[in-house]
């Protein structure tokens, strides 16, 4: 037996009704949720440096307020 594996947004309601007319009764399908990949805390830092989520101190008299006010 040939397996073949979609992803899809559940939420598109045209794929759902697609998906629905398309497939003919006659095929299994098995439904398995989606698998999140857990990132590495390396990989977290380099999605917040992506993302902009860095501080950048530049005075160290006011450390504190630059953290808080950004």
Same mark, same amino acid.
């Given at each position: 037996m040939e397996r073949i594996t979609l992803e899809?947004?559940?939420?598109?309601? %045209?794929?759902?009704s697609y998906l629905n007319?398309?497939?003919?009764?006659?095929?299994?399908v098995v439904e398995t949720p989606a698998t999140v990949k857990?990132?590495?805390? %390396?990989e977290q830092s380099?999605?917040?440096?992506?993302?902009?989520r860095v501080t950048r101190i530049k005075n160290m008299d006011n450390m504190i307020e630059e953290i808080l006010n950004p």
């Open positions: 899809y947004d559940a939420n598109n309601v %045209f794929m759902q007319t398309a497939i003919p009764a006659s095929f299994k857990e990132l590495t805390p %390396f380099l999605e917040d440096i992506k993302c902009g």
